[in-house]
């Protein structure tokens, strides 16, 4: 059993456990470099000209991407924990 825990082979042959923490990490990194590349820069941007109702528009946005963030984080956690006694 603990042979065929540590080598799936083909990821074909991997449990759907394992496919749903790296669909699940892909989507957190993807979200994470949105983050950087649009609402952050916004961000930065809008508090160096002093337009602070604009910052905080982008803080919020910031805000709910790591909250979506961190529930896919716990997500994961619960998953690759649990994962293999379904």
């Known amino acids: 059993m603990a042979a065929r825990i540590l080598i799936f082979g083909q990821p074909s042959n991997a449990g759907l456990y394992v496919h749903m923490m790296a669909t699940t990490g892909t989507v957190m990194m993807l979200l994470f470099l949105y983050l950087i590349f649009a609402p952050w820069r916004r961000f930065r ?3 160096d000209r002093g337009a602070l109702p604009e910052a905080a528009k982008s803080l919020n946005q910031i805000r709910q ?16 924990g649990t994962g293999r006694y379904w």
Request: no cysteine; glycine share 16%.
């Open 65 to 80: 991407i790591v909250g979506i963030n961190l529930l896919l984080g716990i997500l994961t956690i619960v998953v690759g």
């Open 45 to 47: 941007e809008a508090v």
